[in-house]
């Protein structure tokens, strides 16, 4: 699936991966989707909850070797 | 009980019998304590009383998370908690009498990285110089592990919003000048105004 744009939070820690999703969604339309990637195995819990929290859809989470990839469509 | 009288104009949704009556209001307490739970911004509100590296991280970590959540965030800076509002942020770290840092390599083989040295007290406040030392260890290590420094967050805090209230107590228990810190700083404020705002926090910490 192609995403309207890409955020390349790899080789941040807590809390840059959230504060850079946040910053990038807020450029994007709603209904637009960002994919992240990061390398901190926090941002799996971590982008799960900001999504529950800020009523934007996480769309898919998952593991890719060293890198977390998620897709996140805007609200 | 006469109950028209309470509801001189009926709901066409609204029972009559005092029972179902009661059984509806409540249902539509519910409803509205939960429309109201959902549409509230929560709130955080942070004291920040220390200042050195360690105990900087976290209310400005917490706060800017906050912020990126859509919180509203505050934290207010008191006593050695106003370092951090410096414009010449010189924030040190020190294992002196702070016995849980580790004392890691920044730098090297993993190996080397994991080994913890912790530094005597007698040793730590004796060599001359070992505070920067120590900073500048960690600094390194902070660097390498991509977690951004404290001005960096700061900086991230400004922008997103986080209100940044100052103790006024605290400028003139030390001698500070107000252009010593930035001027992002929206209040100076003393403990009556802060505890006014820190009732209402749905999170309210210590630091």
Known sequence: MQSNQTLDARGLNCPLPILRTKKSLSSLQSGETLKVVSTDPGSLKDMASFCAQTGNTLLSSQQAGSDYEFVIRKA | ?207
Not at chain 2, 64 to 93: C, H, M, N
Not at chain 2, 161 to 179: E, P
């Open chain 2, 1 to 207: 009980m006469n109950v028209t009288k309470l509801h001189p104009v009926s709901l066409p949704s609204m029972p009559t019998d005092l029972a179902s009556l009661e059984a509806w209001f409540d249902q539509r307490l519910d409803e509205q304590l939960a429309a109201r739970e959902a549409a509230k911004i929560p709130s955080l509100a942070i004291i920040a009383t220390k200042g050195t590296m360690d105990m900087a991280y976290p209310p400005f970590i917490l706060a800017s998370t906050a912020a990126a959540l859509g919180w509203d965030a505050s934290i207010f800076f008191t006593f050695y908690g106003l370092e951090l509002l410096k414009k010449d942020l010189t924030i040190k770290v020190s294992p002196l009498g702070n016995p849980a840092m580790p004392m890691k390599m920044p730098f090297g083989p993993e190996w080397l990285k994991r080994i913890n040295m912790p530094i005597p007290n007698m040793l730590a406040c004796n060599l001359p110089g070992f505070e920067h030392f120590a900073t500048s260890m960690m600094e390194q290590t902070v660097k390498a592990k991509g977690v951004p420094s404290i001005r960096e967050l700061r900086d991230i805090c400004v922008e997103s919003g986080v209100r940044l209230v100052a103790c006024q107590m605290t400028v003139d228990l030390f001698n500070f000048r107000k252009d010593e810190f930035i001027p992002d700083i929206a209040e100076w404020i003393g403990a009556t105004s802060y505890l006014a705002e820190a009732k209402k926090a749905d999170v309210c910490l210590f630091i």
